[in-house]
């Protein structure tokens, strides 16, 4: 098959992010490539093949030149196989996440150079391998910068107030330079934003940086307040009138977006005759609660790691008889069910909680070992999810299951 060795990699990284995520595994392109497309085993042939070349990368102990492809094996063992998000990686390998990022795309192309050659594919050999191990200090795009964002954990909410200061302590030589004045306006008891304190500042200072650009002898204003369940803070400036730092101040505004997206945010930009606004809409800390609905108290902990410093509260429940009791005390956005419990089972109650008036209208992601998808939203899942579960496809169903039910309220 040919296949440019780019797309190789980029498979084989989509293949590790989604390692014990069956459906995502056969549906990979690396199950073609490595023919064991469409087969009853895909999923499980396709996950062997890789934990086993992560496995071949572990080098002789006895080899003195060694210590690069043992870090390499390392790296790939306790990120990918052992799920371990980057932080915790980097602190077992005595490094900064932000070194480890570098490392960890240069590990991925080995690993792939390792796949390539060892199953006959066109092009690579030995010289890529070494070429990739030496890639050390290649920087990654813009996406590769920011994934951490998704995989650490937050530790705290952050205060938009605090926030503020330090950006505006940040841009003043600036500000001064231009002879902008920056008005601030934040409304009182603002709750901590589910934001980590690194993005938010550099959405901040992206803004205020544009603004400042087109806002000589002029006055920004940087507002915030709560509306519905969100935190809106709006920067507004004087409309963009000459092309002046043009191509940085878009490069700002894109980068402050995809922060803002990361943080399951948005930003808005709107243009008026008179003035340029940007909208930042981000979520608080806890606002929305979740019911986990599990007798496994195993599962029940890691989800529960998984959520924490989200803007998700769970709410656990590991008795399926007070399950409903659990739902109508706590009111939650979401319920997450599973169906192999004792006494009474998952799709019993899938059923109660679709018929019950207070809580027909609660999204429902059934989460479980049964592959049976299809009879769950049959049944009126609006989500489904195989364990053993991830942490970002976890809080990715919990958006997805959130934000629809806060469109359909509107």
């Known amino acids: 098959m040919d296949v440019s060795t780019s797309t190789f990699q980029k498979a084989l990284h989509q293949a590790l992010w989604h390692l014990y995520e069956p459906d995502c595994l056969r549906e990979n392109p690396l199950a073609a490539l490595l023919c064991v497309a469409n087969r009853v085993d895909t999923f499980s042939r396709l996950q062997t093949m890789l934990i086993e070349a992560i496995e071949a990368m572990e080098p002789d102990p006895d080899d003195p030149a060694s210590a690069l492809r043992y870090e390499m094996h390392e790296l790939l063992y306790y990120r990918y196989v052992q799920q371990m998000p980057q932080y915790q990686v980097a602190e077992q390998l005595s490094m900064s996440v932000r070194h480890l990022r570098r490392k960890e795309y240069a590990a991925i192309e080995a690993l792939a150079s390792y796949l390539w050659e060892h199953h006959g594919l066109e092009g690579g050999g030995q010289e890529q391998h070494e070429q990739a191990a030496l890639r050390l200090t290649n920087v990654p795009n813009v996406d590769d910068e920011l994934a951490w964002l998704r995989n650490v954990p937050l530790e705290a909410p952050v205060d938009l107030s605090d926030a503020?200061?330090?950006?505006?302590?940040?841009?003043?030589?600036?500000?001064?330079?231009?002879?902008?004045?920056?008005?601030?306006?934040?409304?009182?008891?603002?709750?901590?934003?589910?934001?980590?304190?690194?993005?938010?500042?550099?959405?901040?200072?992206?803004?205020?940086?544009?603004?400042?650009?087109?806002?000589?002898?002029?006055?920004?204003?940087?507002?915030?307040?709560?509306?519905?369940?969100?935190?809106?803070?709006?920067?507004?400036?004087?409309?963009?009138?000459?092309?002046?730092?043009?191509?940085?101040?878009?490069?700002?505004?894109?980068?402050?977006?995809?922060?803002?997206?990361?943080?399951?945010?948005?930003?808005?930009?709107?243009?008026?005759?008179?003035?340029?606004?940007?909208?930042?809409?981000?979520?608080?800390?806890?606002?929305?609660?979740?019911?986990?609905?599990?007798?496994?108290?195993?599962?029940?902990?890691?989800?529960?790691?998984?959520?924490?410093?989200?803007?998700?509260?769970?709410?656990?429940?590991?008795?399926p008889e007070r399950a409903m009791e659990f739902a109508q005390q706590n009111a939650p956005q979401v319920i997450v069910l599973d169906v192999m419990m004792p006494r009474i089972d998952g799709w019993r109650l899938l059923g109660?909680?679709?018929?019950?008036?207070?809580?027909?209208?609660?999204?429902?992601?059934?989460?479980?070992?049964?592959?049976?998808?299809?009879?769950?939203?049959?049944?009126g899942a609006d989500g489904y999810l195989q364990k053993p579960i991830r942490q970002q496809r976890f809080l990715q169903a919990l958006d997805e299951l959130a934000d629809r039910l806060a469109i359909e309220s509107q």
């Open 352 to 379: 109660q909680f679709g018929e019950h008036p207070t809580t027909r209208d609660i999204p429902i992601l059934v989460c479980t070992i049964v592959a049976q998808q299809e009879m769950a939203m049959a049944l």
């Open 164 to 319: 503020v200061t330090h950006v505006l302590d940040l841009v003043s030589p600036i500000a001064k330079e231009y002879n902008v004045q920056i008005e601030t306006r934040l409304a009182a008891h603002l709750p901590g934003l589910a934001v980590h304190s690194v993005a938010l500042n550099q959405m901040l200072l992206n803004l205020l940086t544009v603004m400042v650009h087109h806002a000589q002898g002029g006055r920004i204003v940087l507002s915030a307040a709560c509306v519905d369940s969100s935190v809106k803070i709006k920067v507004r400036g004087p409309a963009r009138t000459t092309p002046h730092a043009a191509l940085g101040d878009e490069s700002n505004l894109d980068l402050a977006a995809r922060l803002a997206n990361i943080s399951q945010g948005q930003l808005a930009i709107n243009e008026t005759a008179n003035h340029l606004i940007a909208e930042l809409t981000l979520p608080p800390l806890g606002q929305k609660t979740v019911l986990v609905i599990d007798d496994n108290s195993d599962t029940l902990q890691l989800l529960g790691r998984y959520a924490a410093g989200s803007r998700y509260r769970l709410v656990t429940c590991s008795d």
